[in-house]
């Protein structure tokens, strides 16, 4: 997270900045990935995480606006995987 923020705290915001993150991490024994919107491709790697569960996937977001996550959680659904997606009611 540093070296990302040192880029926004830099002024580089939005497309300006640039894919300078490392994406794999391990927490504890878990492998992680990290990734920044807009240039990380965080969205193509959310989809293609999706398309790979076989078991469950739980979702908690303020609002949900991706056509493309949304496609990959219903293919999930139809696949026979359990998908659970929780929203904040106040939003619009």
Known sequence: YAAEFA????GAVSTAKTDNTP???VVG???VSVAFAP???????IVGAL???????RVAMFTFTSAPLAQ?????HNRG???EVLLDGTAE
């Open 29 to 31: 024994t878990t492998p």
């Open 81 to 83: 995987v359990g998908v």
């Open 72 to 76: 990959a959680l219903i293919d999930a």
């Open 7 to 10: 880029e926004m705290f830099g």
């Open 51 to 57: 398309n790979t569960a076989d078991a469950s996937i």
């Open 39 to 45: 240039t990380d491709g965080t969205e193509a790697r």
């Open 23 to 25: 994406h794999d991490a």
